[in-house]
Structures are given as C-alpha cells and as structure tokens.
C-alpha cells in the first residue's frame, strides 16, 4: 500500500531515480540541445513527439499528453502500482526503505531474500567452475583457452572462465552436500535438470568451458557452456530465471560501459568469446547478445552510454551472419530512420569473424575500419546489388523494386535524393546521361510506393472495424488449422502484407511467431520453403498453438492475453468459417489486400490532384517560343510535350488505373469467379 512507506523514502527516490536513466532503460533517448527526445510508447508515435528534461526531472509528449516524473513513467509503461515501483527503484539505488508494513511488504521481501539465495547460489558455482579449470580435471580445456583462443591468465581471471567437468552430477552433489543449498532453489537457478519431475536430477553443463554471465551490479545471473566434445548445442546458456532474462541482458556489457562512454561508441559481436578474444586485445566497448535476436531493449540499454548514439554491428561473414545483421535493423529501423540511434554495419567479408581478423592486424587496424563502417542504409544497397548480374532482365527488375522499397522508407527527402542519386550511378555504371534517367525514374517509383508509411491517413473509418474482423479471421484459421499454416505465411508474402494493422491482434501474431522460432529455430520460414521436409512441415503443423499461446501471452503480460480466449474459443458464427476453410480464407485474404490497395489507390489520387498540369496553350507557347526547325508535325511536337511537361501526373495515372484493375481482380477471386491462370 501507498501508506507503507515513508515520505522520507518516496522523495528520496524521486531525488535520486534520474529520468533520463529510468526512461532510457525502456525506450532510446537522444539528446536534443539540453532535453532529450524519443518516440512515446503510450500512442502510435512514428516521430520523437516526447521530451524529457533533465532539468525539471519530467517528461511530457506533445501528442498524446503524456507526462509526469519517473515514477509515474514506470507506472504506465510497466502497469505496476505505486509502491512496486518506488520499492524497485529505492532498491536500484540502494536508498533505505522505511517503515515497511504489512503482508505486501512481508511478500516482497521474501521475494527479495529469495533472489539473494538464487545469487548466492550462482556466485558459488562460479567460484567451483573456476576451481575446476585450474585442477587436473580442466587440462585440456585450459589449452584450449590459451592455444585456441589466444588467451592469457590475465583475461581468463578478468573474465571468471572456469570449466564443468564431464559428470553427471558432481555441481548438484557439492551444492546440495556440501553447500546445503535447499533443492528447489538449485533448481531454480537452472544449474540442474531433474528428469520427467522424478527424484533423478543432473547437471546442465557438463564437459563445457562456462562463462559467467553479470548483471550491470556485477552480480552472476547465468552461465554460458561451449561444447568441448562436439556435443550439441555447441553453445548452452542457463534458462531464464527469477534474476535472468535473456532479452534484457548484453555479455560482457557491466565491463564495456565505461569505455563505450569513453569512445562513444558500442560494438556489437555474436558470441561471447568474440567479447573476450576482442577485450583481451583492448577493445573494450564490445558486449554480445546471448543467443537471441538484439532488440530495442538492449539497444536503448547501449545507447545510455553514448551520447550520439553510435551502435556498429559486427556480425561473422558468413550466411549466418548475414541473417542475423538483416534481423537486428529490421527491429532497430524505425529508429534508426528517425535519427534515435546511429547504426552502423561492419562486416570483414575476408575474415570469419573479428577475432580471426585481428590474428593479422593490430587493434588500431580495426578501430580504424569501426570509424569507416557503413551506414545500415548502405549495407543493405550492398547486399541488395551483391552477387547479381544486372544484365539479366529478371534480376535487374528484382534489384529495382528491392531499392525502391528500401529509399521509400527514408522520410528525409534530401536524404532520399542523396541515396536516388547513389544507387543510379551504380545502376548506369558511370554513364552520366543513363544515371540521370534512372534517378528520374527510380524517384517516379519511389514516389509510388512511399504510400506504405503514411497507410492510417487514407483509411477510412468505416473500414477499421471491417478490418480487425477479417484480421481476427486469418488468427482463427491459423490456429485452428494447421494444415493452412504455411500456405497462409506463403499467401502473406505474395500479397505483401507485411503486419497487421490492429495492434492486439499484431501482438497475438507476433507471440505466434516467437512460439513457432521457439521451437523449430530462427530460420524456420526459410526450410520450411526451401525443402520439402516432410519431418519438418509436420512438427511445424504440430505446434499446438491454441494452449501454448495464452500461456506465452500471459507471461509477456501483453494487453493481448485478455482477448486470447475469443480466438482460441471462437463462437459459432466464426466456427462456420472451418466448414470451408481455404476457399473462405482466399475471401479474407482478398480482402485484407484489397484495404490496402484502396488506400493506396487515394494516395494516387491525392500525388494526381497535387500536380499542376501543363495545358495544351502552355505546349504551343513553348514551342512557338523555342522552334527553329520548322518541322510540320506540330501535332504530334505538341503531344509529345504535352506527355513530357505532364510526366508525374501521367504515371500517377497510370498506376492508379492499374491498382483499380487490381482490385477488380481480387473481387472476382474474394466472390469466387476467380480462374487461377
């Protein structure tokens, strides 16, 4: 209760929980004069439209009204009440609770001395994990530290290596005999594994070099295993936990902090013995991910510690890495696009990875190519023009539509010509003439498609609930008809519809996906179409999605997990729809893509109406006051300059009327006249 604390504390927690640190935890700030702005996580902001002033220790969004100090900021963005979040930041800034009362407070504070068993626990292993490198038992894996991976005494004790020894219960005996720590709590700290909730419990890590993982207090939180006999996962981190969540933790990030301070700039690798080889050769602003996809969280937690917001990715060479780069920006674009974070891409295409890079050059070598990296914008032209041979017609339209799609996302129009100009001389191969005709025709294309980032303006009202109708349709059929998983995520490709536009049923969606990489791997989409995996399609149609999903919504605590239960118990009138599935489904589908080419045909009105046309009088004037030649085809001098002056107005046109015959042919196939071709 709110009373349960003194007044004393509550202002002492306001005086010491800085904004600027509790806002940037949670979403990126970037300093603007003396305040800082970022995009407001309380309404559908696509702009920085929040201010936070260091100042006046408040925060206020110009759109939506938002505002307050940082505890109020913590009780609407985490929904947690008021004494949860003065408690979690008197604790983070180690100021002295008074007059604690009550079984809330009795509740947190087993909550708390529970934690601090749980750390204790993995603050002991860490120390018997270190005394098993340096025994008989941990030779080989020594050499492998010091030969391998060029390691010395020094890093290895900086960073806490140690090593767990091929047994199968020797952690849990010295634990639970030695150490009496009560079972549950080993447990719970993901060290052991008890089998099939039967008496037999056994190591996790076994015959594996461990590193620690620390939070940003230094405290151990999880371990990470590499594979010293070829046995799969070749990496092994700790589960989550009470005290790890691995979405929320960078490696290595409590050591680099102080220097991405310092050089104002983070480096991000993909494993954690990258970190270690990289710091033990002094590049020390390096931390890595911990198995999973970067996402905005870690990177707001990076850009705290760099005023201009450098974050340079630099990911292994391979295919692989190539991937996982593509999955970063594809999270971190939008704030990247609105100048939030300055993201850039390393990638040593004659090296493995940074370590194999540095066996042959110095560390000034590779901060050198760090300063010199490219812009995410460029990296992605790179990779849209490598390997392709543009004399073939097919793939140069291919390379075509990729860029447009790309330089229509860039909302600066100086920076859009700047990239337009770019990509044309690429495209021409330094012919002047041809660069200048492709710019001309790529800003024609882009000014087409740049309809996708401004979609909520020309919806209609009376579409939006027509919308989250046939949305919640495609839920339904997805879960209740796994046979038409993959033809639906084939569907959405072809269509190009890329999200959906109600927000709880995008979150439902994306939990979906999360469940289904979950289980069979990040690349899952990607076999799934490439093979004809008969093993794999089945365990991908296997997934029983309608009880794993209101559990996994419930945990993320997502407004979504309210509304699960409509789609996993659909009512009758929905439930008709499973009678006839494809064909009703091609229905929804047509209609989800007909919204969307409506709203694109009202911005093709709209760019239409905007050009001022060039009239027939205006032709003859110029060629009366231009002519020399004397030529007696005036009529077909004027119609050309009719359709040159007009050129814009005439492509919108074009495309409109092309989109309105789209349209006509999704309404034959949504009403069932449609004759596959």
């Known amino acids: 209760m709110v009373h349960s604390i003194h007044p004393r504390t509550i202002?002492?927690?306001?005086?010491?929980?800085?904004?600027?640190?509790?806002?940037?935890?949670?979403?990126?700030?970037?300093?603007?004069?003396?305040?800082?702005?970022?995009i407001c996580p309380f309404h559908d902001d696509t702009k920085p439209s929040m201010t936070v002033s260091p100042s006046k220790q408040f925060y206020y969004c110009f759109s939506c009204g938002a505002g307050g100090n940082s505890i109020k900021f913590l009780m609407e963005f985490t929904r947690a009440n008021f004494s949860d979040v003065v408690l979690s930041l008197a604790k983070k800034n180690n100021i002295n609770v008074e007059n604690l009362e009550g079984p809330q407070v009795e509740a947190y504070k087993k909550q708390l001395s529970r934690k601090e068993e749980l750390y204790k626990i993995l603050r002991v292993t860490k120390n018997w994990f270190k005394s098993?490198?340096?025994?008989?038992?941990?030779?080989?894996?020594?050499?492998?530290?010091?030969?391998?991976?060029?390691?010395?005494?020094?890093?290895?004790d900086n960073f806490e290596l140690g090593f767990a020894p091929n047994s199968w219960n020797d952690l849990y005996n010295y634990l639970s005999k030695v150490e009496k720590f009560p079972i549950n709590l080993i447990l719970a700290s993901g060290?052991?594994?008890?089998?099939?909730?039967?008496?037999?419990?056994?190591?996790?890590?076994?015959?594996?070099?461990?590193?620690?993982?620390?939070?940003?207090?230094?405290?151990?939180?999880?371990?990470?295993?590499?594979?010293?006999?070829?046995?799969?996962?070749?990496?092994?981190?700790?589960?989550?936990?009470?005290?790890?969540?691995?979405?929320?933790?960078?490696?290595?990030?409590?050591?680099?902090?102080?220097?991405?301070?310092?050089?104002d700039k983070a480096i991000i690798v993909e494993g954690y013995f990258d970190v270690i080889s990289l710091h033990s050769r002094g590049i020390t602003n390096s931390v890595a991910s911990l198995g999973t996809a970067l996402n905005k969280?870690?990177?707001?937690?990076?850009?705290?510690?760099?005023?201009?917001?450098?974050?340079?990715?630099?990911?292994?060479?391979?295919?692989?890495?190539?991937?996982?780069?593509?999955?970063?920006?594809?999270?971190?674009?939008?704030?990247?696009?609105?100048?939030?974070?300055?993201?850039?891409?390393?990638?040593l295409n004659d090296f493995k990875d940074a370590d194999e890079y540095l066996n042959s050059h110095t560390p000034e070598d590779y901060f050198n190519l760090i300063d010199n990296s490219s812009f995410w914008i460029d990296w992605e032209i790179d990779q849209i023009f490598n390997n392709k041979d543009l004399t073939k017609s097919d793939i140069f339209q291919s390379v075509i539509f990729s860029l447009v799609?790309?330089?229509?996302?860039?909302?600066?129009?100086?920076?859009?010509?700047?990239?337009?100009?770019?990509?044309?001389?690429?495209?021409?191969?330094?012919?002047?003439?041809?660069?200048?005709?492709?710019?001309?025709?790529?800003?024609?294309?882009?000014k087409g498609f740049r309809w996708h980032g401004r979609a909520k303006k020309f919806e209609q009202p009376n579409e939006v609930s027509r919308r989250e109708k046939n949305e919640s349709e495609i839920i339904i059929y997805y879960l209740h008809c796994p046979n038409l998983r993959l033809f639906i995520r084939d569907e959405f490709l072809k269509r190009e519809i890329n999200s959906f536009n109600t927000d709880y049923i995008q979150k439902i969606w994306e939990a979906i996906s999360i469940i289904e990489e979950n289980n069979l791997g990040l690349n899952y989409l990607t076999e799934l179409k490439q093979s004809n995996n008969e093993i794999l399609q089945n365990e991908f149609s296997d997934i029983n999605l309608i009880s794993l999903l209101p559990d996994y919504l419930a945990i993320d605590n997502s407004?979504?997990?309210?509304?699960?239960?409509?789609?996993?118990?659909?009512?009758?009138?929905?439930?008709?729809?499973?009678?006839?599935?494809?064909?009703?489904?091609?229905?929804?589908?047509?209609?989800?893509?007909?919204?969307?080419?409506?709203?694109?045909?009202?911005?093709?009105?709209?760019?239409?109406?905007?050009?001022?046309?060039k009239t027939l009088e205006n032709c003859i004037s110029i060629l009366i006051d231009n002519s020399s030649s004397g030529s007696s085809d005036t009529n077909k001098e004027i119609d050309e300059l009719f359709k040159d002056l007009n050129s814009d107005a005439i492509k919108f046109q074009e495309l409109y009327y092309l989109e309105r015959q789209h349209i006509n042919y999704l309404d034959k196939q949504r009403c069932g006249n449609f004759i596959a071709s």
């Open 11 to 38: 202002q002492e927690v306001k005086e010491k929980a800085d904004i600027v640190d509790v806002i940037s935890e949670h979403i990126v700030l970037k300093k603007k004069g003396k305040e800082f702005v970022g």
């Open 132 to 156: 098993q490198l340096n025994n008989s038992l941990g030779v080989e894996a020594m050499k492998y530290l010091i030969s391998k991976r060029n390691l010395n005494n020094k890093i290895i």
């Open 191 to 263: 060290l052991v594994i008890s089998k099939d909730n039967s008496d037999k419990i056994y190591d996790r890590f076994r015959n594996r070099l461990i590193v620690p993982i620390h939070d940003m207090q230094g405290r151990v939180v999880a371990f990470g295993g590499r594979s010293l006999d070829g046995q799969e996962p070749k990496y092994l981190n700790s589960p989550e936990s009470e005290i790890f969540e691995k979405g929320k933790m960078l490696f290595a990030f409590e050591k680099a902090s102080s220097h991405i301070r310092k050089r």
């Open 297 to 347: 969280y870690q990177i707001s937690q990076l850009c705290r510690c760099t005023d201009n917001k450098n974050i340079i990715l630099n990911f292994d060479s391979d295919n692989a890495g190539r991937l996982a780069t593509e999955r970063v920006i594809k999270e971190v674009e939008s704030l990247s696009l609105h100048d939030q974070i300055n993201l850039k891409i390393l990638q």
């Open 405 to 446: 799609k790309l330089l229509s996302k860039l909302p600066q129009s100086s920076t859009r010509t700047h990239y337009l100009q770019k990509v044309s001389e690429r495209l021409s191969k330094g012919q002047a003439r041809l660069a200048i005709q492709f710019e001309q025709d790529l800003r024609n294309q882009v």
């Open 559 to 613: 407004e979504s997990s309210t509304k699960i239960n409509f789609f996993v118990n659909p009512n009758e009138l929905f439930l008709t729809m499973l009678n006839n599935p494809k064909d009703n489904l091609l229905g929804t589908l047509s209609l989800l893509e007909r919204y969307n080419s409506l709203k694109r045909c009202r911005h093709l009105i709209e760019s239409w109406r905007s050009q001022r046309l």
